[in-house]
């Protein structure tokens, strides 16, 4: 089975403008879930889709924003982007979505904000 | 509150050398479930461990094994003769039943062996 599939892998963007994520599950996960790493703040939780519905989210402000297609395929949004928001964003898969089942992640975007 | 503590944030050691990761965790919940991750220099966090909270057995998996202590709230990763290919960042989580993949990571310990 391919695993995690995220692109792009680098991402440079300026002040104040968007971007879109995309993350491809493993086939057959219907769970998707998305963290940003930063030295700072460490790997903190965006939120996380099942059947293309959110059930939950992290603490981030509105900017940030997800969905989740019929074919469990995930983008993610971030909007008026700032500098601290360079980060590597990692998405991850599982199959239930339930908190016992492991989650597999990919190799993630690294997006850089100048 | 949910928290995870990894107070050692690097460790260097010597091939063949045993190393002994320390995760100390804090949550209310009675069911919930532990886990580590590898992070190599390539970024996915690979899966090495999950443990839930009822089944305090002791597991090893080759030269891995896991001590988890819920009277001490300790959840501890120990690699015995490590190796070179060892080196990343390894970090230990947590989630409460129900949580929907929300893990709580800790900080990450570095551990570099060097040959």
């Known amino acids: 089975k391919a695993g995690v599939t995220q692109t792009p892998r680098y991402l440079i963007k300026t002040r104040g403008q968007q971007v879109t994520l995309s993350c491809s599950p493993i086939s057959g996960h219907r769970s998707v879930s998305w963290y940003q790493q930063t030295p700072g703040q460490g790997l903190q939780f965006l939120f996380e889709?099942?059947?293309?519905?959110?059930?939950n989210k992290g603490n981030f402000p509105g900017r940030f924003s997800g969905r989740q297609f019929s074919n469990s395929r995930s983008e993610m949004n971030v909007s008026t982007l700032e500098l601290g928001d360079s980060a590597l964003y990692l998405c991850?898969?599982?199959?239930?979505?339930?908190?016992?089942?492991?989650?597999?992640f990919g190799n993630g975007t690294r997006l850089t904000v100048t | 509150a949910q928290k995870v503590t990894q107070a050692q944030t690097e460790i260097s050691v010597v091939e063949k050398e045993d190393v002994t990761l320390d995760c100390v965790y804090e949550t209310r919940d009675t069911t919930y479930y532990l886990f580590w991750y590898k992070q190599p220099p390539s970024g996915e966090l690979v899966f090495l461990i999950r443990r839930n909270s009822f089944d305090e057995q002791n597991e090893i998996s080759g030269r891995y094994s896991w001590n988890f202590q819920k009277s001490t709230s300790s959840f501890n990763f120990t690699i015995t003769a490590s190796q070179v290919v060892d080196s990343a960042v390894y970090f230990c989580a947590l989630i409460f039943s129900g949580g929907y993949n929300k893990l709580i990571f800790g900080a990450g310990t570095r551990l570099a062996v060097h040959p």
């Open positions: 889709y099942f059947s293309e519905t959110q059930r």
């Open positions: 991850a898969s599982s199959s239930e979505g339930s908190s016992n089942s492991p989650l597999h």
